[in-house]
């Protein structure tokens, strides 16, 4: 399942997943985007992972500030528009 | 930390004969630490491209963003890049790349929107000289009115800063379209509806050699800043060398975002 989500006034935001027992796996974020340190990466795809597929927006958006350690720097990317990515790969999904 | 100024520093060159796709991505890791480190004082580097390359961001989805059978039937190297941002497609004759290695104070206190446009400021006051009126199109273009020249990158590594920019100076569109996935959503705040339209190189605005839009560029540089001739220390090839075989040539590393 794909989801991408164009920030307004950012970058590019992708989110590749599948869906088992109705809880988010397999869970990865790309695009065009800047992250530092690059480590956390795996910070948001592991947050994300295990996320019941029901969760709304506002909830995704909240695991993925949580997870984060405060050294973090998005840039073009945000908490809210990977939970955004997220939400648009399930419901395409769901439309399919 | 004091914020110090472009001409705080002794700035230093770098421009030698065209190497590899994946030695450029390495030189750029030794240098920013080597930089860092306060062995090596800031530095321009201009690349020379041996190869055509597709460069993709550190964040970037190798399927997603590449069509790896069209690559390789125009015989384009795929390689990752170290900062975010988004895939480049090169052609040694056709690109203008740059990076500046520059330690952090010399950003201190900018917001990244700030800390972008400051890096290239020196390029926009070139591409002025040559003619052509551009501007900072946040968060990491330069555009002009026919559309977009170039795309930076920055990353930082202990005290350093590395800003890296890739311009077009002319742009074979359909081969890019070819190898790249450019998705729809991508376009979709740019207002423009064709990829190829988005990118206006240096050539059709100048009518100069891509040598001599360098040559200005280095001018400018110089006369604002201060620049001094410099080569890559043996030390810094050798380590730049066993990475570009080592992890920059890894498919661990090109397929890290898969």
């Given at each position: 399942?794909?989801?991408?989500?164009?920030?307004?006034?950012?970058?590019?935001?992708?989110?590749?997943?599948?869906?088992?027992?109705?809880?988010?796996?397999?869970?990865?974020?790309?695009?065009?985007?800047?992250?530092?340190?690059?480590?956390?990466?795996?910070?948001?795809?592991?947050?994300?992972?295990?996320?019941?597929?029901?969760?709304?927006?506002?909830?995704?958006?909240?695991?993925?500030?949580?997870?984060?350690?405060?050294?973090?720097?998005?840039?073009?990317?945000?908490?809210?528009?990977?939970?955004?990515?997220?939400?648009?790969?399930?419901?395409?999904?769901?439309?399919? | 930390?004091?914020r110090t100024d472009w001409r705080d520093h002794d700035w230093q060159l770098i421009h030698t004969i065209p190497q590899s796709p994946s030695l450029h991505m390495a030189l750029d890791d030794v240098l920013t630490y080597e930089v860092g480190a306060g062995r090596r004082k800031p530095t321009l580097r201009i690349w020379e491209w041996a190869a055509p390359a597709v460069v993709i961001g550190r964040f970037q989805s190798l399927r997603n963003e590449v069509d790896?059978?069209?690559?390789?039937?125009?015989?384009?190297?795929?390689?990752?890049?170290?900062?975010?941002?988004?895939?480049?497609?090169?052609?040694?004759?056709?690109?203008?790349?740059?990076?500046?290695?520059?330690?952090?104070?010399?950003?201190?206190?900018?917001?990244?929107?700030?800390?972008?446009?400051?890096?290239?400021?020196?390029?926009?006051?070139?591409?002025?000289?040559?003619?052509?009126?551009?501007?900072?199109?946040?968060?990491?273009?330069?555009?002009?009115?026919?559309?977009?020249?170039?795309?930076?990158?920055?990353?930082?590594?202990?005290?350093?800063?590395?800003?890296?920019?890739?311009?077009?100076?002319?742009?074979?569109?359909?081969?890019?379209?070819?190898?790249?996935?450019?998705?729809?959503?991508?376009?979709?705040?740019?207002?423009?509806?064709?990829?190829?339209?988005?990118?206006?190189?240096?050539?059709?605005?100048?009518?100069?050699?891509?040598?001599?839009?360098?040559?200005?560029?280095?001018?400018?540089?110089?006369?604002?800043?201060?620049?001094?001739?410099?080569?890559?220390?043996?030390?810094?090839?050798?380590?730049?060398?066993?990475?570009?075989?080592?992890?920059?040539?890894?498919?661990?590393?090109?397929?890290?975002?898969?």
């Open positions: 399942m794909h989801g991408e989500y164009k920030m307004p006034g950012g970058k590019l935001v992708v989110i590749d997943l599948d869906v088992r027992d109705g809880r988010l796996a397999k869970v990865q974020l790309s695009g065009d985007f800047f992250l530092e340190p690059d480590s956390a990466l795996q910070i948001i795809n592991a947050a994300l992972e295990g996320q019941p597929e029901q969760a709304s927006e506002m909830a995704l958006a909240n695991v993925v500030r949580d997870a984060l350690p405060p050294d973090v720097m998005m840039y073009g990317l945000s908490p809210e528009a990977i939970a955004v990515a997220v939400r648009r790969a399930l419901h395409r999904e769901a439309e399919a | 930390m004091m790896a059978a069209a690559a390789q039937r125009h015989g384009i190297q795929v390689v990752r890049r170290v900062s975010g941002g988004g895939a480049m497609f090169i052609e040694p004759g056709n690109t203008i790349t740059y990076s500046i290695y520059a330690p952090q104070s010399l950003v201190k206190g900018l917001s990244f929107q700030e800390a972008y446009a400051f890096f290239d400021a020196w390029v926009l006051q070139a591409l002025a000289e040559l003619g052509i009126k551009a501007w900072y199109q946040p968060l990491n273009d330069i555009t002009s009115e026919g559309g977009k020249i170039a795309g930076a990158a920055q990353v930082h590594r202990g005290g350093a800063v590395l800003h890296h920019v890739t311009m077009a100076y002319d742009i074979d569109a359909t081969k890019m379209l070819d190898v790249l996935r450019i998705g729809r959503e991508k376009l979709s705040d740019k207002g423009t509806a064709s990829a190829a339209k988005r990118v206006d190189p240096l050539r059709s605005q100048t009518g100069l050699p891509r040598e001599a839009v360098i040559e200005r560029m280095v001018a400018t540089f110089r006369r604002l800043h201060g620049l001094s001739d410099d080569i890559v220390r043996p030390d810094e090839q050798v380590r730049a060398e066993e990475l570009a075989l080592g992890k920059f040539s890894s498919d661990a590393w090109l397929n890290d975002v898969a």
